[in-house]
């Protein structure tokens, strides 16, 4: 809180960022008068607190002055809690929750219709139960391969999420491992072995999609308290085709969305 | 590159990782005599670059010495294929070349037989079957929450690795959850919602442990490809005692390492 000439209080955001280490000057930090504290040592391995001086210390500070409401809020950081999810907390709390929301996915189906993108579709098996469309994700700028990220949206429209799939959608399934490794080798020229494929548990809109990256990139999302292999879930569906009606999820939640008020009324916080 | 008293040349490892802000330092950040660049103003938006004392820009510094060529390969950069690894595959390929490999898990026996780090325990369950020790990771300063990370290592030597779980190390698994959760509450104040706790296939060393970090930390090895939730671990389990004998698992290998080697000569790759 800054004070104004007038006298009256006014927000200032100030956001501190530690840069990454710039190649050619960590030899500096090494050589120069750097104060260095041993902190442990066990064997082979020794830890220390080193003290670099300012000039090879730069924090990119950014200040946002004065300071909306709005402004403060998007800053401000929120507790996020993880849910273990039954099936029966699936069909209590989750999905009682997904149908009362509107959750428009129109631009998905004007992807599907070639109403919106059309010229962005990098594959598309048109087959209305087991086909998809393969399109980049808005956030890769499609610059270069270090961050590329893609999308299947799957062409049939009642499968919701992960919880949905049973063993009648292998074929689907399969044809997006496949189909989506070629098309993006043809295309790209990244091996399928580079791929992370996978879906993600909540998603964030409720029309079946797989998400193809780059397994260099740490994309957002690529975590283990979101993200499913694919072919883990191909695996899982031919090991048992109720698996995701069975097994209990886990999945994050910030403490002010309305899925987790739910959740801690059902006492299952 | 390290010279040794006989004058051969000793190879170390020094890795240098800037750490989060600690929360209560950041208004000396801003109060002392710190040294402010502007870069760029635009309306209420203006970025600085700001030249920490060093009491306040800390390093953490971890040293590996002396270093063999294996510790070196570990850390260098280099290509990262995504490996399927059926049972035949584990029992063909990767078992025979962890057994062939003499990895040093001594610092895990000293942590175990209080050798080392005896202060650093965090919890202990002393079952020789199903206990563990709870100690901070090495990546952790214990400087602030936000990036915490513990590794619960069990007391049993003869479990080497998600691959060899059935139900019966069910308990086990279930003391590491359970009381892991609650020793780290009660000395962290942390809440078992907020802790990703999770095992790494391949792991770094073939001595069962778990990892728990916080769940705001991005921490490194916490991708979809390499981290297996212990919930998730632990239902399995229950579903079918021999899923982790009958699943393919992912793992990304780099290009240079052998076990890539093998799954390349068996055409696996």
Not at 93 to 103: E, K, R, V
Not at 121 to 141: A, Q, R
Not at 213 to 236: F, K, M, Q, W
Request: some cysteine.
């Amino acid at each position: 809180q800054v004070t104004s000439p007038s006298g009256e209080g006014t927000d200032a955001i100030v956001i501190l960022e530690k840069t990454p280490f710039q190649e050619e000057k960590v030899s500096d930090l090494l050589k120069k008068h750097t104060k260095l504290e041993l902190q442990m040592h066990n064997d082979i391995y020794s830890t220390y607190h080193l003290y670099p001086p300012p000039e090879l210390s730069e924090i990119k500070t950014t200040v946002v002055y004065p300071a909306t409401e709005k402004h403060l809020q998007k800053y401000l950081r929120q507790e996020v809690h993880l849910i273990r999810e039954t099936w029966e907390d699936y069909k209590n709390i989750t999905l009682p929750f997904i149908q009362s929301q509107s959750f428009s996915i129109q631009w998905v189906y004007n992807i599907l219709e070639k109403k919106a993108e059309a010229d962005r579709i990098i594959h598309e098996n048109p087959d209305p139960c087991d086909g998809f469309v393969l399109v980049p994700d808005f956030k890769w700028n499609q610059n270069q391969l270090d961050d590329l990220y893609l999308i299947a949206l799957v062409q049939r429209r009642e499968v919701k999420s992960l919880r949905d799939l049973t063993a009648e959608h292998l074929p689907l399934l399969r044809n997006i491992l496949q189909e989506g490794k070629e098309a993006i080798a043809k295309r790209f020229s990244v091996p399928g072995s580079q791929l992370r494929i996978y879906l993600h548990y909540q998603p964030s809109y409720y029309h079946l999609h797989v998400h193809f990256t780059a397994l260099g990139y740490d994309a957002p999302g690529s975590s283990v308290e979101r993200a499913h292999l694919l072919a883990d879930v191909i695996d899982n569906l031919v090991l048992d085709s109720t698996y995701y009606q069975k097994r209990a999820l886990t999945f994050a939640l910030r403490a002010d969305e309305i899925l987790f008020k739910k959740f801690q009324e059902a006492g299952r916080v």
